[in-house]
């Protein structure tokens, strides 16, 4: 098993580049999520969604939108990046645990917007 | 402001010492989960707590739940350099809300 894989792991782009990110996972999950992660804030959410054909807001949404056409896969794109868009990404995918909504993260995605 | 408070920010031990983690909220959760990253990696979930009071042990790990659901600790005793890295708390309400993290360093 591989569970969730992300790609690529590195990239630098110019600001007013576009890009995507891609996210997928062999579990069959219905829940994916997409994060970035910034020194001292956390983790934030940025895009979710709860299944195939369907995504929604998280806490971060400006600046990104998010496609799900297949169960496994959550791309996450960055039409005109900006500098305040430097970060490193997490794609995870849900699964439950005690009825509780647990994460399997991917080992990141680090943009740098120059 | 985050919605889960974690402290302390950076903690540095020597390897054989013990430590404690806490992550605080003025929020009511339906769980709790705790998460550690390793550098250049994503988080991986360590335990999930979910009754009120509860206390949960794996190996040296000893994580509790307040009884309120506000708030929880980890505790790690005898440290070991394996132990070192960002340790994240989540709240999980209508959704999943990450604490800003604990950096742990064990030094051998």
């Known amino acids: 098993n591989a569970g969730v894989t992300q790609t690529p792991k590195f990239r630098v782009l110019k600001t007013g580049q576009s890009m995507t990110l891609l996210c997928a996972q062999d579990?069959?999950?219905?829940?994916m999520y997409w994060y970035r992660q910034d020194p001292g804030m956390g983790l934030r959410l940025i895009h979710y969604s709860v299944g195939e054909g369907t995504t929604a807001k998280g806490e971060v949404p400006d600046g990104y939108n998010v496609s799900r056409l297949k169960k496994q896969n959550f791309l996450l794109g960055l039409e005109s990046a900006a500098p305040s868009q430097t970060s490193v990404y997490f794609c995870?995918?849900?699964?439950?645990?005690?009825?509780?909504?647990?994460?399997?993260f991917g080992a990141g995605s680090r943009l740098t917007v120059l | 402001t985050q919605l889960l408070e974690q402290s302390p920010q950076f903690l540095s031990i020597q390897e054989g010492e013990n430590l404690t983690v806490y992550c605080n909220s003025s929020?009511?959760?339906?769980?709790l989960q705790w998460y550690r990253q390793e550098p250049g990696e994503g988080p991986v979930l360590l335990v999930t707590?979910?009754?009120?009071?509860e206390v949960k042990k794996l190996k040296r790990l000893t994580f509790q739940f307040g009884d309120a659901r506000k708030d929880s600790s980890l505790h790690i005793t005898a440290a070991q350099p394996g132990d070192t890295g960002l340790y994240l708390c989540?709240?999980?309400?209508?959704?999943?809300?990450f604490g800003a993290g604990t950096t742990v360093t064990v030094r051998a």
């Open positions: 579990m069959n999950h219905e829940y």
């Open positions: 929020s009511v959760f339906s769980s």
């Open positions: 707590v979910v009754t009120g009071g």
């Open positions: 995870a995918s849900s699964w439950t645990v005690s009825g509780a909504n647990v994460l399997t």
């Open positions: 989540a709240g999980e309400g209508y959704k999943l809300s």
